[in-house]
Antibody
Framework: EVQLVQSGAEVKKPGESLRISCKGS????????VVWVRQMPGKALEWMGR????????DYSPSFQGHVTISADKSISTAYLQWSTLKASDTGIYFC?????????????WGQGTLVTVSS | DIQMTQSPSTLSASVGDRVTITCRAS??????LAWYQQKPGKAPQLLIY???ILESGVPSRFSGTGSGTEFTLTISSLQPDDFATYYC?????????FGQGTKLEIK
């Protein structure tokens, strides 16, 4: 069974750093890209970027380039989303998804989401 | 970025109804459009890709049409499990933008 399991909810202060994780199982982790999607409270989905775990090639949406870092460790089938300096506006739910095999940019299997709350 | 506009934002309907949701792109995206269903507190679920192809395991009461700039998602006979928020997503042009969502409510 394909599964993506994300790390738990986080509460952070502005200016702090954070890394959340997404562990894939039930499939060949290096054969599918991993996509990250943000959902701010009560808002729509936003495509952030994706990584190819086989070679760590990364695409960022221009809206998120420079604000987050996507990475992966293929030895443990885990992708990461990282912030060096959090802002209150980073509050939201972050989903990882396995990119569809034939349709670039789409997620066919999704993690359960990680709620990130940034508040002083 | 390509802008995706869904209508309506909210739709009230009853079990058994046929409903249609529209998604318009700010420029042509050919047939590179997907539809997702999201329930409260859950991750999105892919329903349809390439405008009209049903993802494996999705009930046949869901269907999609369109190309270019105008697309529709139709549910032929609403079931209780279908009340959720629906999003379209274009994947013709990076960075793969989503619509603002359509909330399907019970009338």
């Amino acid at each position: 069974e394909v599964q993506l399991v994300q790390s738990g909810a986080e509460v952070k202060k502005p200016g702090e750093s954070l890394r959340i994780s997404c562990k894939g199982s039930g499939y060949s982790f290096t054969s599918y890209r991993v996509v990250w999607v943000r959902q701010m409270p009560g808002k729509a989905l936003e495509w952030m970027g994706r990584i190819d775990p086989s070679d760590s090639y990364i695409d960022y949406s221009p809206s998120f380039q420079g604000h987050v870092t996507i990475s992966a460790d293929k030895s443990i089938s885990t992708a990461y989303l990282q912030w060096s300096t959090l802002k209150a506006s980073d509050t939201g739910i972050y989903f990882c998804a396995r990119q569809h095999a034939y349709q670039g940019g789409l997620g066919d299997y999704w993690g359960q989401g990680t709620l990130v709350t940034v508040s002083s | 970025d390509i802008q995706m506009t869904q209508s309506p934002s909210t739709l009230s309907a009853s079990v058994g109804d046929r409903v249609t949701i529209t998604c318009r792109a700010s420029q042509s995206i050919s047939s590179w459009l997907a539809w997702y269903q999201q329930k409260p507190g859950k991750a999105p679920q892919l329903l349809i890709y390439q405008a009209s192809i049903l993802e494996s395991g999705v009930p046949s009461r869901f269907s999609g049409t369109g190309s270019g700039t105008e697309f529709t998602l139709t549910i032929s006979s609403l079931q209780p499990d279908d009340f959720a928020t629906y999003y379209c997503q274009q994947y013709n042009t990076y960075s793969y933008t989503f619509g603002q969502g359509t909330k399907l409510e019970i009338k």
